[in-house]
Protein backbone atom coordinates (compact mmCIF):
# COMPACT_ATOMS: atom_id res chain seq x y z
CA UNK A 1 0.00 0.00 0.00
CA UNK A 2 1.47 3.19 -0.72
CA UNK A 3 2.35 5.74 2.52
CA UNK A 4 0.73 8.73 2.99
CA UNK A 5 2.01 11.88 4.57
CA UNK A 6 -0.34 15.26 5.52
CA UNK A 7 1.26 18.31 4.17
CA UNK A 8 0.44 22.08 3.94
CA UNK A 9 0.30 23.53 0.88
CA UNK A 10 1.02 27.73 0.01
CA UNK A 11 -2.81 28.94 1.02
CA UNK A 12 -2.32 27.43 4.42
CA UNK A 13 -5.11 24.10 3.50
CA UNK A 14 -3.44 21.08 4.22
CA UNK A 15 -3.29 17.68 1.33
CA UNK A 16 -2.40 13.89 1.50
CA UNK A 17 1.21 13.78 -0.23
CA UNK A 18 2.16 10.10 -1.76
CA UNK A 19 5.85 10.36 -1.49
CA UNK A 20 6.42 7.04 -3.47
CA UNK A 21 4.80 8.47 -6.45
CA UNK A 22 5.76 12.42 -5.85
CA UNK A 23 2.15 13.25 -6.43
CA UNK A 24 -0.17 14.91 -3.82
CA UNK A 25 -4.17 14.85 -3.58
CA UNK A 26 -4.22 18.61 -4.89
CA UNK A 27 -1.94 21.38 -5.78
CA UNK A 28 0.76 22.32 -3.91
CA UNK A 29 0.71 25.58 -4.29
CA UNK A 30 -3.03 25.86 -2.40
CA UNK A 31 -5.05 23.22 -2.15
CA UNK A 32 -8.56 25.42 -1.33
CA UNK A 33 -7.51 27.70 -3.63
CA UNK A 34 -7.05 24.94 -6.50
CA UNK A 35 -10.17 23.51 -5.61
CA UNK A 36 -12.49 26.56 -5.60
CA UNK A 37 -10.89 27.47 -9.15
CA UNK A 38 -11.03 24.38 -10.99
CA UNK A 39 -14.08 23.18 -9.46
CA UNK A 40 -16.33 25.53 -8.78
CA UNK A 41 -15.49 28.82 -10.53
CA UNK A 42 -14.50 26.96 -13.75
CA UNK A 43 -17.10 24.56 -13.32
CA UNK A 44 -20.06 25.03 -11.36
CA UNK A 45 -20.25 28.95 -11.62
CA UNK A 46 -20.18 28.58 -15.32
CA UNK A 47 -23.34 26.32 -15.85
CA UNK A 48 -27.05 28.31 -16.10
CA UNK A 49 -27.71 29.03 -12.26
CA UNK A 50 -30.87 30.81 -13.56
CA UNK A 51 -32.46 27.90 -15.01
CA UNK A 52 -31.81 25.34 -12.25
CA UNK A 53 -33.21 27.93 -9.59
CA UNK A 54 -36.28 29.43 -11.41
CA UNK A 55 -37.24 25.73 -12.13
CA UNK A 56 -36.01 23.84 -9.17
CA UNK A 57 -33.96 21.65 -10.51
CA UNK A 58 -30.76 20.33 -8.82
CA UNK A 59 -27.51 20.77 -10.06
CA UNK A 60 -25.86 16.56 -10.44
CA UNK A 61 -22.39 16.60 -9.86
CA UNK A 62 -20.59 13.56 -10.31
CA UNK A 63 -16.66 13.37 -8.68
CA UNK A 64 -14.28 11.42 -9.79
CA UNK A 65 -12.31 10.67 -6.65
CA UNK A 66 -14.00 11.67 -3.48
CA UNK A 67 -10.34 11.54 -1.41
CA UNK A 68 -10.00 14.13 1.01
CA UNK A 69 -13.94 15.33 0.66
CA UNK A 70 -12.49 19.16 -0.07
CA UNK A 71 -14.65 19.34 -3.45
CA UNK A 72 -17.46 18.16 -1.96
CA UNK A 73 -17.47 20.50 0.96
CA UNK A 74 -16.57 23.71 -0.54
CA UNK A 75 -19.93 22.43 -2.82
CA UNK A 76 -21.59 22.61 0.12
CA UNK A 77 -21.13 26.18 0.68
CA UNK A 78 -20.78 27.49 -2.79
CA UNK A 79 -24.59 25.69 -3.17
CA UNK A 80 -25.75 27.61 -0.29
CA UNK A 81 -24.57 30.54 -0.82
CA UNK A 82 -25.97 30.50 -4.51
CA UNK A 83 -29.53 29.22 -3.43
CA UNK A 84 -29.09 26.26 -5.45
CA UNK A 85 -29.96 22.41 -4.98
CA UNK A 86 -27.04 19.99 -5.45
CA UNK A 87 -26.96 16.65 -5.85
CA UNK A 88 -23.16 15.34 -5.59
CA UNK A 89 -22.50 12.10 -6.74
CA UNK A 90 -18.85 10.66 -6.31
CA UNK A 91 -17.23 7.74 -7.17
CA UNK A 92 -13.62 6.42 -4.54
CA UNK A 93 -12.07 3.66 -4.48
CA UNK A 94 -9.81 3.53 -1.64
CA UNK A 95 -11.39 5.71 0.95
CA UNK A 96 -9.34 7.61 3.14
CA UNK A 97 -8.79 7.17 6.43
CA UNK A 98 -10.86 8.43 9.42
CA UNK A 99 -7.03 8.99 11.33
CA UNK A 100 -6.29 10.82 8.32
CA UNK A 101 -9.22 13.22 7.77
CA UNK A 102 -9.09 14.04 11.44
CA UNK A 103 -5.81 15.88 10.71
CA UNK A 104 -7.03 17.75 7.54
CA UNK A 105 -7.62 21.36 8.67
CA UNK A 106 -10.19 22.54 5.63
CA UNK A 107 -13.14 22.55 8.69
CA UNK A 108 -10.44 26.06 9.95
CA UNK A 109 -9.64 27.01 6.76
CA UNK A 110 -13.03 27.77 5.67
CA UNK A 111 -15.06 30.40 6.78
CA UNK A 112 -18.51 28.86 6.68
CA UNK A 113 -20.90 28.42 9.70
CA UNK A 114 -20.35 24.95 10.93
CA UNK A 115 -17.56 23.96 8.63
CA UNK A 116 -16.42 20.98 11.17
CA UNK A 117 -19.97 18.97 11.50
CA UNK A 118 -20.45 19.05 7.79
CA UNK A 119 -17.49 17.80 7.09
CA UNK A 120 -17.90 15.43 9.79
CA UNK A 121 -21.49 14.77 7.77
CA UNK A 122 -19.47 14.34 4.31
CA UNK A 123 -17.20 11.78 5.20
CA UNK A 124 -19.67 9.64 8.05
CA UNK A 125 -22.61 9.41 5.07
CA UNK A 126 -23.10 5.40 4.21
CA UNK A 127 -21.28 4.63 1.56
CA UNK A 128 -23.34 3.72 -2.32
CA UNK A 129 -26.37 5.40 -0.89
CA UNK A 130 -28.10 8.96 -1.09
CA UNK A 131 -27.19 10.91 2.09
CA UNK A 132 -29.23 14.21 2.72
CA UNK A 133 -26.83 16.53 4.08
CA UNK A 134 -29.03 19.35 4.10
CA UNK A 135 -32.34 20.32 2.52
CA UNK A 136 -30.57 21.59 -0.71
CA UNK A 137 -27.53 19.03 -0.81
CA UNK A 138 -27.26 15.50 -1.01
CA UNK A 139 -24.45 13.28 -1.31
CA UNK A 140 -24.22 9.46 -2.90
CA UNK A 141 -20.76 8.22 -2.31
CA UNK A 142 -20.25 5.09 -4.38
CA UNK A 143 -17.54 3.11 -3.32
CA UNK A 144 -16.08 2.04 -6.76
CA UNK A 145 -13.59 1.69 -9.43
CA UNK A 146 -13.86 4.59 -12.28
CA UNK A 147 -13.59 2.10 -14.72
CA UNK A 148 -17.20 0.24 -13.16
CA UNK A 149 -19.02 3.71 -13.30
CA UNK A 150 -22.20 2.45 -14.85
CA UNK A 151 -24.14 6.18 -14.82
CA UNK A 152 -25.57 7.21 -17.87
CA UNK A 153 -27.56 10.72 -18.31
CA UNK A 154 -27.53 11.40 -15.45
CA UNK A 155 -24.88 14.50 -14.30
CA UNK A 156 -24.70 17.80 -15.81
CA UNK A 157 -21.15 18.36 -14.73
CA UNK A 158 -18.07 16.01 -14.06
CA UNK A 159 -15.31 17.07 -11.59
CA UNK A 160 -12.77 15.23 -12.74
CA UNK A 161 -10.34 14.44 -9.89
CA UNK A 162 -8.05 11.90 -10.29
CA UNK A 163 -4.63 11.26 -9.70
CA UNK A 164 -2.27 13.31 -13.07
CA UNK A 165 -1.33 11.10 -16.19
CA UNK A 166 1.88 11.17 -14.94
CA UNK A 167 0.99 8.26 -12.72
CA UNK A 168 -2.12 6.79 -13.60
CA UNK A 169 -2.61 6.78 -17.48
CA UNK A 170 -5.08 4.74 -17.87
CA UNK A 171 -7.51 6.99 -15.98
CA UNK A 172 -7.35 9.61 -18.78
CA UNK A 173 -7.70 7.12 -21.06
CA UNK A 174 -10.49 7.58 -24.28
CA UNK A 175 -12.13 4.13 -22.14
CA UNK A 176 -12.57 5.81 -18.80
CA UNK A 177 -13.27 8.81 -20.19
CA UNK A 178 -15.88 7.92 -22.55
CA UNK A 179 -17.70 6.45 -19.15
CA UNK A 180 -17.90 10.04 -17.81
CA UNK A 181 -19.36 11.18 -21.33
CA UNK A 182 -21.88 8.66 -20.49
CA UNK A 183 -22.91 9.73 -17.59
CA UNK A 184 -23.54 13.36 -18.52
CA UNK A 185 -26.68 15.03 -19.61
CA UNK A 186 -26.94 16.95 -23.19
CA UNK A 187 -24.72 19.77 -23.09
CA UNK A 188 -23.09 18.17 -20.04
CA UNK A 189 -19.50 19.80 -18.80
CA UNK A 190 -16.44 18.43 -17.78
CA UNK A 191 -13.70 20.25 -15.78
CA UNK A 192 -10.51 19.26 -14.63
CA UNK A 193 -7.59 20.49 -13.13
CA UNK A 194 -4.94 18.49 -16.18
CA UNK A 195 -4.34 20.88 -19.00
CA UNK A 196 -2.19 17.88 -21.32
CA UNK A 197 -2.96 18.13 -24.79
CA UNK A 198 -3.70 14.32 -25.03
CA UNK A 199 -6.26 14.72 -22.55
CA UNK A 200 -7.57 17.66 -24.28
CA UNK A 201 -7.80 15.40 -27.69
CA UNK A 202 -9.17 12.33 -25.86
CA UNK A 203 -12.08 14.39 -25.38
CA UNK A 204 -12.20 16.15 -28.35
CA UNK A 205 -12.80 12.97 -29.85
CA UNK A 206 -15.29 12.05 -27.30
CA UNK A 207 -17.62 15.03 -28.37
CA UNK A 208 -16.37 17.50 -25.75
CA UNK A 209 -16.00 21.16 -27.11
CA UNK A 210 -12.86 21.97 -25.37
CA UNK A 211 -11.43 24.85 -23.82
CA UNK A 212 -8.13 25.53 -22.19
CA UNK A 213 -8.92 27.83 -19.08
CA UNK A 214 -6.56 30.01 -16.95
CA UNK A 215 -5.27 27.23 -14.04
CA UNK A 216 -5.03 28.03 -10.32
CA UNK A 217 -1.98 29.61 -8.76
CA UNK A 218 0.96 28.26 -9.68
CA UNK A 219 -0.42 26.44 -12.51
CA UNK A 220 -0.74 27.91 -16.48
CA UNK A 221 -3.70 26.03 -17.33
CA UNK A 222 -6.60 23.77 -17.14
CA UNK A 223 -9.16 22.15 -19.67
CA UNK A 224 -12.95 22.88 -19.71
CA UNK A 225 -15.04 20.85 -21.80
CA UNK A 226 -19.09 20.58 -23.13
CA UNK A 227 -20.74 18.26 -24.65
CA UNK A 228 -22.07 19.96 -27.92
C1 LIG B 1 -6.23 13.55 -6.76
S1 LIG B 1 -7.07 12.61 -5.53
C2 LIG B 1 -8.37 13.76 -5.31
C3 LIG B 1 -9.48 13.39 -4.45
C4 LIG B 1 -10.51 14.42 -4.03
N1 LIG B 1 -11.24 14.99 -5.09
C5 LIG B 1 -10.01 15.40 -3.00
O1 LIG B 1 -10.31 16.60 -3.14
O2 LIG B 1 -9.35 15.00 -2.07
C6 LIG B 1 -7.65 11.23 -6.50
C7 LIG B 1 -8.57 10.26 -5.82
O3 LIG B 1 -8.91 9.20 -6.73
C8 LIG B 1 -8.92 7.95 -6.04
N2 LIG B 1 -8.67 6.87 -7.01
C9 LIG B 1 -7.48 6.51 -7.55
N3 LIG B 1 -7.64 5.52 -8.46
C10 LIG B 1 -8.98 5.27 -8.50
C11 LIG B 1 -9.78 4.38 -9.28
N4 LIG B 1 -9.24 3.55 -10.18
N5 LIG B 1 -11.10 4.36 -9.06
C12 LIG B 1 -11.66 5.19 -8.13
N6 LIG B 1 -10.95 6.06 -7.36
C13 LIG B 1 -9.62 6.11 -7.56
C14 LIG B 1 -7.84 8.10 -5.01
O4 LIG B 1 -8.01 7.19 -3.95
C15 LIG B 1 -7.98 9.56 -4.60
O5 LIG B 1 -8.86 9.69 -3.53
Known amino acids: MLSHQIITTKDGSTTIQIPEWNEQYHSKHGAIQEAKHVFLKTGLASLDLDYFRENDIEITVLEAGFGTGLNALLSYFWAKENKVKVNYISLE ?89 TALKDKGVFVTYCAKGSVRRNLESLGFKMKRMPGPPGKREMLRGELI
Open 93 to 181: AFPVAEKEVSKLNYPQQIEGEQADAIFKKLHSAIWDKRTEISSNFKLHKIHQKFDQLSLIDTANIVFYDAFGPRVQPDLWDMKTLELFK
